[in-house]
């Protein structure tokens, strides 16, 4: 079983719709993030969490939300999605206590807004 | 701003050769680099990586190399395999103030039999 899970895969709505994209891990690792990629911009950070209590926004979190509901779930949520929201997105773990910053990547949700 | 820059695109190698991906970065505080590599229809996975007081770190096939004082990082793939081809993703990060990692572009080495 995958370690970091996302879901769905894939989604196409319209604009103007609220989406929410979910990421769960089984790796018992406090730190979250929300990455988004888009071809030739490489992997932009959106938002990320320390611990259940804890969010921040990253370099580009205008039009997005999320909710950190338990140690093991983070929620993306787009409130009105736009076109330009049209991306893959990436959910990472990492933990706290090694001595690295190794993150660890779910396999993405594509995102495609019409 | 950029802060951590991977000016070629793709990069294309012969089987058996030597890959060789570059990655430049702005910001001197910097003090722990990574490089990821990512595969279509899979998240980025965690390659190899150094710290700011090492100028070279070996793992198999992989050496990563740094030059702190042109700011500057490569990674080397000796001998080039088919399985290599894929996106490399350059990565830096401030380890003792937020942990946040930056990525570069990505680079997609195309490995050529």
């Known amino acids: 079983d995958a370690d970091v899970t996302q879901t769905p895969r894939n989604r196409i709505t319209k604009t103007g719709k609220r989406i929410m994209l979910e990421c769960s891990q089984t790796k018992g690792h406090d730190r979250m993030y929300w990455y988004r990629q888009d071809p030739g911009l490489g992997l932009r950070l959106i938002y990320y969490s320390f611990d259940v209590k804890d969010i921040n926004k990253g370099e580009i979190s205008d039009g997005y939300s999320v909710s950190r509901q338990a140690q093991a779930k983070f929620s993306l949520s787009l409130e009105s999605a736009i076109p330009n929201q049209t991306a893959l997105y990436f959910c990472?773990?990492?933990?706290?206590?090694?001595?690295?910053?190794?993150?660890?990547f779910g396999p993405g949700t594509r995102l495609t807004v019409l | 701003d950029q802060q951590v820059k991977q000016n070629s695109p793709s990069l294309s190698v012969q089987e058996g050769r030597i890959s060789i991906l570059n990655c430049d970065y702005t910001?001197?505080?910097?003090?722990?680099f990574l490089w990821y590599k990512k595969y279509p229809a899979e998240g980025p996975t965690f390659l190899i990586s150094i710290s700011s007081i090492k100028d070279k770190n070996e793992d198999g096939r992989f050496t990563v190399f740094l030059n702190k004082s042109a700011k500057h990082l490569s990674l080397h793939i000796v001998p080039s395999q088919p399985g290599d081809s894929a996106v490399y993703f350059c990565?830096?990060?401030?380890?003792?103030?937020?942990?946040?990692?930056?990525f570069g572009k990505g680079t997609r080495l195309h490995i050529l039999p």
């Open positions: 990472a773990t990492s933990d706290v206590d090694r001595p690295t910053d190794t993150q660890y």
């Open positions: 990565a830096a990060s401030e380890m003792n103030r937020d942990d946040k990692i930056i």
């Open positions: 910001n001197s505080m910097f003090d722990y």
